[in-house]
């Protein structure tokens, strides 16, 4: 079993940075790819990153490319998401979730096996 749990988020400014935080509990943190998706009112949830189980390979959606950059550091079972250049289209709800092992999607949210608590990122234009 793991529990993730988020932490960051809140309320900005368009163009600021903001960082998001997912503490793994478990001891299998270091087998499993994790990934970020957020959901906005009235959307469904869509992916934003990923990343494998090493962390030597990451991914993306276009809308964040460029902007966002995904990482982690299995010593302290977490993973983060740092987000520059936040825009208006970024509020959302943000999600962290575990998926053990390589999935054959990362894009794909019903792959995941474990899901954080979601935390709300606003950002004002």
């Known amino acids: 079993q793991v529990q993730l749990v988020q932490s960051g988020g809140g309320l900005v400014q368009a163009g600021v940075s903001l960082k998001l935080s997912c503490a793994a509990s478990g001891s299998i943190f270091s087998s499993c790819g994790m990934g970020w998706f957020r959901q906005a009112p009235g959307k469904e949830r869509e992916f934003v990153s990923a990343i494998s189980l090493t962390g030597a390979n990451t991914y993306y959606a276009d809308s964040v490319k460029g902007r966002f950059t995904i990482s982690r550091d299995n010593a302290k079972n977490t993973v983060y998401l740092q987000m520059n250049s936040l825009k208006s289209e970024d509020t959302a709800v943000y999600y962290c979730?575990?998926?053990?092992?390589?999935?054959?999607?990362?894009?794909?949210?019903?792959?995941?096996?474990?899901w954080g608590q979601g935390t709300q990122v606003t950002v004002s234009s």
């Open positions: 979730a575990a998926v053990i092992g390589y999935p054959p999607s990362y894009s794909d949210s019903g792959r995941y096996h474990y």
